[in-house]
């Protein structure tokens, strides 16, 4: 698609990336230029018969991409365009019907998924509790919620006791409203040298600047950290940090160096941002660092990644003292999460389901990781239940050759470079969750045929 406006008939399912498409084609063919406004979310739902949340994740998607701004109060604009929007951690292809897509951190479609949709639908729409129907209030959902919150969280390591939890719309809005809160414009977040791909268009959003903290095998370095909050003279506010195998690396920090972390940043003075939008996915894994820092650290977890894409709710535990200013800060961007959304991740979590689930997903991702160890280069790294793995390029080949062969061939992968803070070795992300097991072990063994 590049003709603008768009119609319904340009619309493909899943129709939130086909609209996010096509306003990029019109971005990229001339057609929206630069300080245009979108039409608002719910005129563009009306004209294309979509409805007004498939326009607000083709929004957050164009965001993400650095596309498009949307400003509170104003609307949304295209910006400047500095990248192309097929450098995305996804990449719809010519056909998707005949594509690989291993481009998206998802988890596996399990056939329990739709059973547990279901079942959840019928209990709720047999009670029907008034909140689905009439809350306007944020406090309400952090009411009603708690115990969701609190027993999803003691599932990820974390025990906040009486300490109030916002509850949101997923990950993003609750690292974003996070983000607000540590930094002003022209400050600065340490981070890895491979970073989350949605912290750069938050920061460039905010206006915050990013500094790449070099690290070894296990993590970020903490004496690395100390010399570059020092070395910044007081711009460096906070750290941006992923230790539960979520980053680009698919690296499970250990327990020492989560400590090590959370003393370095005390002695340097900044402020932790945990995001850990696995959870619980890997059994035996250490801790949180808010566990060991919690006067210090915004901690990000979901429900997404680990239960069902379509499950879009978040948690974030803020430091006693920064809690009002998160609160104000996600109320001014999102207001608060979805009531039908909570209701069934509490139903699924007071039933059962999500443990089932979580279950089901680690002996998935087990098997599809043996599988991927086996097809892909020997220098690939991941972990044994994550949804990725990590394959550093050989030197002679570049990021953008690989991944515009591999498309070629139909399978989608993500370039190293869109995690990258900097200048950084060339690598590409494969995700495991996207595609059957017959499709992931062909896309793997073509993905090491033409690396080798």
């Known amino acids: ?204 959003q905010l206006h915050i600047g990013l500094r790449a903290v070099s690290g070894d095998e296990r993590g970020m370095s903490p004496d690395a950290l100390i010399d570059a909050a020092r070395e910044s003279q007081g711009q460096i506010k906070a750290v941006f940090l992923l230790p539960g195998g979520a980053g680009p690396t698919a690296r499970v920090m250990d327990r020492e160096r989560r400590m090590a972390l959370a003393e370095a940043a005390a002695q340097a003075g900044i402020t932790i941002l945990e995001s850990d939008p696995l959870g619980p996915l890997h059994p035996r894994r250490p801790p949180p660092i808010a566990s060991f820092a919690p006067d210090r650290t915004f901690y990000v977890t979901s429900m997404s990644k680990v239960l069902s894409p379509g499950l879009r709710i978040g948690f974030l535990v803020a430091p006693e003292t920064h809690f009002e200013a998160s609160v104000n800060r996600h109320t001014s961007i999102a207001w608060m999460a979805t009531p039908m959304i909570a209701e069934i991740a509490h139903d699924w979590v007071r039933s059962g389901t999500a443990d089932s689930l979580l279950s089901a997903h680690r002996v998935e991702l087990a098997a599809r ?54 200048n950084g070795p060339a690598a590409i992300r494969v995700c495991l969750g996207g595609a059957s097991r017959g499709a992931l072990e062909r896309a793997c063994a073509e993905i090491t045929a033409l690396l080798s």
């Open 1 to 204: 698609m590049s003709n603008w406006p768009l119609s319904r008939d340009d619309i493909r399912r899943p129709a939130y990336r086909s609209l996010a498409h096509g306003i990029a084609a019109a971005i990229g063919s001339g057609e929206l230029r630069a300080g245009e406004r979108l039409p608002t979310h719910r005129d563009l739902a009306w004209q294309l018969d979509v409805s007004v949340q498939t326009v607000s994740r083709a929004y957050e998607e164009l965001i993400r991409a650095d596309l498009v701004s949307g400003e509170v109060g104003r609307g949304t604009f295209v910006l400047p365009q500095t990248q192309s929007f097929d450098d995305m951690p996804w990449s719809e292809g010519e056909d998707p019907r005949q594509r690989t897509d291993l481009s998206l951190m998802t988890p596996v479609h399990l056939d329990e998924m739709r059973g547990a949709w279901q079942r959840s639908l019928a209990r709720i729409a047999a009670e029907m509790p008034d909140i689905l129907v009439s809350a306007l209030r944020p406090e309400e959902i952090r009411h009603r919620y708690r115990v969701l919150a609190t027993e999803w969280l003691a599932r990820c390591g974390l025990v906040v006791g009486d300490r109030r939890v916002t509850i949101t719309n997923g990950g993003t809005p609750a690292m974003y409203s996070a983000l607000s809160v540590v930094a002003k414009p022209g400050e600065i977040i340490a981070t890895d040298p491979f970073t989350s791909h949605t912290l750069a268009p938050a920061a460039h």
């Open 369 to 422: 990781n043996r599988l991927a160890r086996k097809s892909l280069p020997d220098t690939s790294t991941g972990e044994r239940h994550g949804l990725h793995r990590w394959v550093p390029l050989p030197e002679r080949l570049d990021e953008s050759s690989v991944v515009a062969r591999l498309h070629e061939r139909g399978i989608a992968v993500t370039p190293g470079a869109r995690f990258a803070v900097g």
